[in-house]
């Protein structure tokens, strides 16, 4: 099943029912349908093999979307934070195709061979409750649906490929059709080259959960939106989930229509989480563990789970507060070493899954699929009960002395001193021990060098604790949530 027959059948169950925007001037299913269905017209007219949107968060993006499965093309949403030089590049990349450009965007890529460059509001049909019938709408499982450009923090972005039946395996595995009541509402602030905001994307229309976009992500913009659109879902990023409770408690208000929000794109901190389960005690929390790789979601840490980890006294169960929960029913998951050999509970190694949804496939490389397993390059280790721990990237890993030191570690080690913000561990080169560890610290109040030393001793190897503690006052984040860890590792060399 191809993407847009989603779209068909919602329209087909509820063609009145608002599927994006206000409840006062929202598209309703039907319209959406139709503009999808005109704007797939003009784009199989037109050559290439590809349909990128480089723009905001707006109801047009739906329409490009599903304009694009109908038509038979690829769909690629393009990072606009980029500098003008990487974004040209990756739009050459994407040749020959039609790229879709929020207007005061297309001065930045005019000129580039094979493009044919269009103004999203001037290419998309209007809203209308007219049917124009495509001659035929493209029905191969096996074409690619969207292509997305890898965040590249440490190296030249891949272009990883979701095919039809990946995504469609994920929606169908995890979620009922039109499941959601006509009052709930999703609000989407997650940028739509980030496989987060194409999958809320897909599984709102899939539910019949009415949408609302941020075009950016501001906190006030955030919770204003969520009380004035009766907002009943939500989906943030580790870096806005805090801001947002600072808007809360500052203004006193109150999310009252707010039943789940849930979050991932980076390492949550422990204290963030438990601050925001106490500001909103009605709300369920979801951890949420997905790769772009994996069409989203593989792993949650459910609402049950939060709520018992937080109130329990046994360490091992309040330190599931950490996790990201458990696989899915429909996704293998195992953790093996540098061998390939599977690894006990409780041992770090890399995580490795298997599932429908796992696509694993990159343009222009060979498949990354072993079996049909797919290797994360992330590392994390679970516990006796399944439940799913992080660690961070491979790349990341310490290795001092020929031990291998996880930063997540040690990071959380310091985040118990009450006057740590946020914290990065780093290894650096040393002619000693190969690797020394660096802690950058962002504090809200002047702290002790030997005191954060002597924390970790406390809790942890000497091994681990940080050779220098540095101070900044803010930590590099890309936008959805993850730290630049590299882009500090940089940092640090470029000055010694």
């Not at 919770?223 to 870096?239: K, Q």
């Not at 996790?323 to 690894?343: F, M």
């Amino acid at each position: 099943m191809n993407i847009h027959l989603l779209l068909e059948m919602a329209a087909d169950a509820a063609p009145d029912r608002v599927a994006i925007g206000s409840l006062r001037d929202g598209w309703t299913y039907s319209q959406l349908l139709s503009a999808s269905r005109q704007t797939a017209v003009k784009v199989k007219s037109m050559p290439g093999e590809t349909l990128v949107y480089c723009g905001l968060n707006r109801p047009e993006l739906a329409v490009a979307f599903f304009a694009a499965s109908m038509a038979g093309r690829r769909f690629t949403p393009l990072n606009y934070r980029l500098p003008d030089a990487d974004l040209r590049r990756l739009l050459e990349r994407s040749a020959p195709a039609v790229a879709l450009f929020d207007e005061d965007m297309i001065d930045r890529v005019r000129g580039i061979a094979g493009i044919e460059l269009n103004a999203v509001k001037d290419f998309i049909y209007p809203v209308s409750d007219s049917q124009l019938a495509l001659e035929s709408l493209d029905e191969d499982e096996e074409a690619v649906a969207i292509v997305l450009f890898t965040s590249g923090t440490t190296s030249e972005p891949k272009a990883a490929i979701l095919r039809h039946r990946h995504l469609t395996s994920y929606v169908f595995s995890t979620l009922e059709f039109m499941g959601a009541d006509e009052g709930e509402c999703a609000l989407v602030s997650v940028p739509p080259y980030h496989i987060a905001g194409m999958s809320a994307l897909i599984t709102s229309i899939y539910t019949g959960r009415r949408i609302v976009q941020l075009p950016t992500f501001s906190a006030d913009f955030w919770v204003d939106s969520v009380i004035n659109e009766g907002v009943t879902h939500a989906m943030v990023v580790p870096t806005m989930l805090g801001r947002i409770l600072d808007v809360i408690e500052s203004r006193g208000v109150k999310l009252e229509t707010l039943r789940a929000l849930s979050y991932g794109g980076g390492r949550m901190p422990v204290s963030v989480i438990e601050r925001a389960m106490d500001l909103l005690p009605a709300v369920d929390f979801v951890n949420a563990y997905g790769l772009t790789e994996t069409s989203s979601t593989i792993a949650i840490l459910d609402p049950e789970s939060h709520r018992l980890a937080k109130n329990s006294t046994d360490f091992a169960v309040r330190n599931r507060l950490t996790s990201v929960g458990r696989p899915l029913p429909s996704i293998e998951l195992e953790v093996r070493d540098t061998d390939g050999r599977v690894l006990p509970f409780d041992e770090v190694g890399e995580i490795w899954v298997r599932g429908d949804q796992i696509s694993g496939e990159y343009e222009g490389k060979q498949s990354n699929l072993s079996d049909g397993w797919f290797p994360t390059k992330d590392s994390g280790w679970l516990d006796s009960e399944g439940y799913l721990f992080v660690a961070g990237r491979l790349d990341d890993v310490i290795v001092r002395g020929g031990e291998n030191i996880s930063p997540s570690e040690v990071e959380d080690v310091l985040r118990l001193h009450a006057s740590v913000n946020d914290v990065a561990v780093l290894g650096v080169p040393d002619e000693e021990w190969g690797e020394k560890i660096i802690a950058v610290i962002v504090a809200d109040s002047p702290v002790n060098v030997e005191d954060l030393k002597n924390l970790v001793q406390g809790k942890l190897r000497s091994t681990r604790v940080p050779a220098e503690i540095l101070f900044e006052s803010v930590l590099p984040y890309n936008e959805t949530g993850k730290l630049l860890r590299r882009k500090l590792k940089d940092d640090y060399v470029s000055k010694i």
